[in-house]
Each structure stands twice: as C-alpha cells, then as structure tokens.
C-alpha cells in the first residue's frame, strides 16, 4: 500500500512539474505573440566645435529590462532632417551609426534595470544626419530631425521578450548647458534685442561679467542659437567658469546683424549700439552682485565689429575686449580712435587662412596701430589655420580635420589661445579673469601658431 502511495505521488509532482513547464512556454509564446505599441523618444543634444549635434535618442520601451539586454545592433535608427524655411524642406534622411547602447532611467543615466535604452551615435564635422541646425544663407535655425527607432533584435526580459518595438514618437529633448541659460529681452526706442543669461549660484561677493556678441549667422529671436551655433556655452562650463571664480554671461542677440549701420553694412556703425549699450546697463543693474569694475566683451565676426564698436565709444567701461575674427575695416579706425581703444586690454585672435574677414585688412593693421601708439596691454593670436585639436576628426590623409579659416572661435571657446606673460604661459581666459579696471597684466604679445 505505501509503495502505491508513493508511486502516486510522484506521478502528481511530475504532472505538476510537466503543466508548469507548458504554462511556462505559454507564456514566453504568448509573450512573443503580444503586438508591440508604437512607443515615444527622447532626444538629447551637445554643442561641439562645429554647432550642435544630436548625440543621443532616450527609447521608451514601456517595460523594464536587464543592463545587459541590448548591444547597438538591437535598435536601428533612421532619421528624417528637414526645414520648414524653404521651398523643399527635406534635408536629408537616412541611418545613423549607433556606437554605444545601454539601458538607462529617464534622464538617461545607466542603471542596472530601467524602462529606457540610450543610443548613442556617431557625431562628427562632416556627419551632416546629426546635425541639429540648419544655415539657410541667411541665418542659423534648429531643424526638425524625425527619428523611427526600430528594433532589430529580441529583448529577454523577466516579463517576457519584447520584438517589434517602434518607437516614432518624439517626447521631447534636452540640449546639454543650452537648457542653463535663461532668456528675455528688451526694447530701447523701438529696438528690441532678445539675449541669454547665465546666472552663477548666490554668494556674498562680486563676480564678473561676460558678454559674448554672436556672429552674422545667428541672429533672430530664438537665443538658443547664439548658444549653440559655435559653441558659446562653454562660458558656463566648469572649466571656464573656474578661472573666474563663477561669472554671469550676458549673451544678446541681434534680429539681424551687429553690422547693420546706419549707412551700409560694415560702416563703423551699427543701429543696434544703444540699445546693447543700455541692455548691458540694464542687466548690470539687476544683478546687484556683478562686479562694474570686471565687465568684459566679445564676439566673433559681426560680433567682432560690434566689441570693437563698443570699446571705441565706451571707453572705460569694459575691463577688457576680445575680438574674435573681427570686422572692423582698419580704414573705419581714426588716430583719435586708436589712441581711445589703446586703454582698453585687448586680445584679437583670428586665423591666416579667413577669406570670409580678411585679418590683413582688420585685425592686424590695428592690432599693428595700437603697438605704435603705446598700447601695453594688447595681445594677438594669430593662427596659422582653425583645425581640429581634440585628435577625433581627420581628413581622409590623416591629418587633423580643417575647419574654414573664419573659425577661429573654436580656439577661443576652447582656450586654446595662449600667451606668455610676465614669465607665464597663460590661457586667453587666464588673461581675462585678470583683467579689471582696478589693475591687470601689461605686456603687448604676438602669437603666431
């Protein structure tokens, strides 16, 4: 009889066992057979030397997974570029190299189980599907960039497999030290300049000023784009703000160009002076902890012309100036004005090779003018070309990647302009965080690269 009974048993625990492993399988099928629900994306964009790039798309899939579920062949990602100001809008389309996948929480941080995947992929100079801005001729503007995301390979997870995830559906983005800086504007006689700001945290001190004038390209009225179109938000990085021990950055914003004048373009004029003039005076006024004796200004191109405007008719004002590829025609400049902007620390950077803002008939006869009149605080950079330095990007003989010569931006924003002082190598931020009305460096220095 007991014999009987175990046989029994064992026969109830085997059927047991048998039915749960069905049941298993019929659920991993069952699981399988589920019609994936077309799910949303996030994107998220870096401002590289060359603008701004796409380099990530936040995937939504709807359930956790394990962190080692995906590699970058689970997803292939097509994108559609196109912009809405012209006749056909469509830029171009096509796949993207993705480089790196991992599973992330919303924000996108790695974890060791989360509901998202992170694509990272392949950014460049000449990788025009990741760009996130358009030059229409005329003026910098963001794009819409259409991702589908489409899954390529299973995903196992502890609910199931997940197969045919599209994810088409775009839930927004974030663009990197861009979504740090405020916005607003302000009109001065029927002048309205729009501007960024950044605003370092509270303390009891003074911090100083910097004031970035954008080039001919981004003007308009998003002031996004004077951020993001050569890297302008580096002024708020860690690295940078370090030198000055935390500074607010005043970024404004033309609807045109700086070089507007009042009888031409580029006539030692500008329409928009008095209104920046007052929109910095304004600013400083409202933020009671910006030092007045550490203000400083720049700008490259049409930005250039306008700093060089602005230390010629301000005089005293600005602790210091750096004029980046500068379009000041040297012929616009009187003996009277020399010997006003001598007063002012200078450093002009600009590159040999610049078609677009000839040195030879801007920066360098002043640079050449304010050594002769005395000028004891005025330095140049002048670069032989404007070419990659990170050692990323190559052309195809190996050497480094070669920007167009009016570039010359990418050094500033780099700090990669440097001078030697008093005995001292020191960085074109170095030199300016030192710069007050109060007392800085004097010594004239050329730099030739």
């Known amino acids: 009889m007991q014999e009987i009974i175990k046989r029994s048993v064992r026969t109830f625990i085997l059927f047991i066992f048998a039915g749960a492993i069905t049941f298993s399988f019929s659920v991993d099928a069952f699981a399988k057979q589920v019609p994936a629900e077309p799910t949303s994306y996030r994107t998220v964009t870096e401002i590289h030397d060359w603008g701004a790039a796409i380099t990530k798309v936040i995937v939504d899939l709807g359930k956790p ?41 919303k924000k996108g941080n790695p974890v060791g189980r989360g509901k998202y995947v992170v694509l ?15 030059y229409d001729g005329e003026f910098n503007e963001w794009v819409n960039s259409d991702y589908t995301i489409t899954q390529a390979e299973d ?33 001065y006689d029927n002048v309205t300049l729009t501007y960024a700001d950044y605003a370092p945290s509270k303390d009891k001190g003074k911090n100083p000023l910097i004031i970035w004038l954008h080039g001919g390209g981004e003007g308009g009225t998003d002031t996004t784009i004077p951020l993001s179109a050569n890297k302008a938000v580096n002024f708020a990085t860690e690295e940078i703000q370090s030198y000055f021990e935390s500074a607010y950055v005043l970024v404004p914003q033309t609807p045109t160009r700086w070089m507007d004048g009042f009888t031409g373009k580029a006539d030692g ?84 090779n610049d078609t677009t803002l000839d040195p030879t008939i801007n920066t360098l006869p002043t640079y050449d003018r304010l050594i002769e009149a005395g000028a004891n605080n005025v330095q140049l950079s002048l670069f032989d070309d404007v070419h990659d330095t990170t050692g990323l990007y190559k052309n195809e003989d190996g050497t480094p990647y070669q920007y167009d010569g009016h570039s010359s931006w990418v050094y500033v924003f780099n700090n990669e302009s440097t001078a030697t002082i008093n005995g001292k190598t020191i960085t074109i931020m170095e030199w300016m965080a030192a710069q007050s009305l109060k007392g800085s460096y004097h010594m004239p220095i050329k730099l030739i690269f």
């Open 269 to 352: 004029t500008s329409i928009y002076q008095e209104a920046l003039i007052s929109l910095i005076k304004d600013y400083v006024a409202k933020n009671r902890d910006i030092d007045p004796n550490r203000i400083y200004i720049g700008g490259a191109s049409n930005g250039g012309y306008m700093t060089m405007l602005m230390i010629r008719d301000y005089p005293g004002y600005f602790a210091a100036a750096f004029p980046v590829c500068e379009g000041l025609n040297d012929r616009l400049i009187t003996n009277e004005d020399i010997q006003t902007i001598k007063d002012t620390p200078i450093w002009f950077v600009t590159a040999k």
């Open 155 to 187: 995903i196992i997870s502890r609910s199931g497999t997940i197969s045919g995830l599209v994810a088409d559906t775009y839930a927004g983005g974030t663009k990197e030290i861009v979504d740090d800086f405020s916005s607003g504007k302000a009109t």
């Open 65 to 105: 997974v394990n962190r080692n579920s995906v590699t970058k062949d689970t997803f292939k990602v097509h994108v559609a570029r196109s912009d809405d100001r012209l006749a056909t809008p469509l830029l171009e389309e096509g796949y993207r190299t993705v480089t790196k996948a991992y599973v992330a929480d």
């Open 120 to 134: 990272e992929m392949e950014i460049g100079p000449t990788v025009s599907l990741g760009s996130a801005l358009n």
